[in-house]
T-cell receptor, first 114, second 111 residues
Framework: EAQVTQNPRYLITVTGKKLTVTCSQNMNHEYMSWYRQDPGLGLRQIYYSMNVEVTDKGDVPEGYKVSRKEKRNFPLILESPSPNQTSLYFC?????????????FGPGTRLTVL | DAKTTQPPSMDCAEGRAANLPCNHSTISGNEYVYWYRQIHSQGPQYIIHGLKNNETNEMASLIITEDRKSSTLILPHATLRDTAVYYCIEDYGGATNKLIFGTGTLLAVQP
């Protein structure tokens, strides 16, 4: 089944404790992206990747890192999480960029930083 | 910021057609209109997209006005499982490599 998977689905952590949220897709998509969703602010893009070893900042990249060493994986790294990073996170992928292509979204990761 | 305008909420009776409007008066000639939906806190799901012709797939129909300043997403026979937030998005395309989600329309399908 074609899908985007994220792990963990739920995470409660404390300020400053490094964490990684994994994202994997099995559709051989070139484009992958991370969004966060907050009440009243909608979905905002954090980082995106057009292909392996090619990443770029979205609208809200501060406090996040990403890497794209393999085509299927696009982990989101929070080196020193803070409470304002408490949010619902979604990973997405598409064949090329989001133009003219359906984006497939993962199920989401709900992160709470205390 | 999103350039599309949608009503914040709508109701629809189960089994009836749901017609969700969207205004995109600033859309340019080569920008597509995309529709996604998000069922409570799940990942957004692609529905349909179009440029200037009407489009139909197994989920919905998309009617785009001739001047392309507005469109309507039609769910022909709404079910309770269609209750979701529906997002109408102008495709900003290669310049930004992202889709800008607005606040969408919360469609509540009533039994």
């Amino acid at each position: 089944e074609a899908q985007v998977t994220q792990n963990p689905r739920y995470l409660i952590t404390v300020t400053g404790k490094k964490l990684t949220v994994t994202c994997s897709q099995n559709m051989n998509h070139e484009y992958m992206s991370w969004y966060r969703q907050d009440p009243g602010l909608g979905l905002r893009q954090i980082y995106y990747s057009m292909n392996v070893e090619v990443t770029d900042k979205g609208d809200v990249p501060e406090g996040y890192k990403v890497s794209r060493k393999e085509k299927r994986n696009f982990p989101l790294i929070l080196e020193s999480p803070s409470p304002n990073q408490t949010s619902l996170y979604f990973c997405a992928s598409s064949y090329r960029g989001p133009s003219y292509n359906e984006q497939f979204f993962g199920p989401g990761t709900r992160l709470t930083v205390l | 910021d999103a350039k599309t305008t949608q009503p914040p909420s709508m109701d629809c009776a189960e089994g009836r057609a749901a017609n969700l409007p969207c205004n995109h008066s600033t859309i340019s000639g080569n920008e597509y209109v995309y529709w996604y939906r998000q069922i409570h806190s799940q990942g957004p799901q692609y529905i349909i997209h179009g440029l200037k012709n009407n489009e139909t797939n197994e989920m919905a129909s998309l009617i785009i006005t001739e001047d392309r300043k507005s469109s309507t997403l039609i769910l022909p026979h709404a079910t309770l499982r269609d209750t979701a937030v529906y997002y109408c998005i102008e495709d900003y395309g290669g310049a930004t490599n992202k889709l800008i989600f607005g606040t969408g329309t919360l469609l509540a399908v009533q039994p």
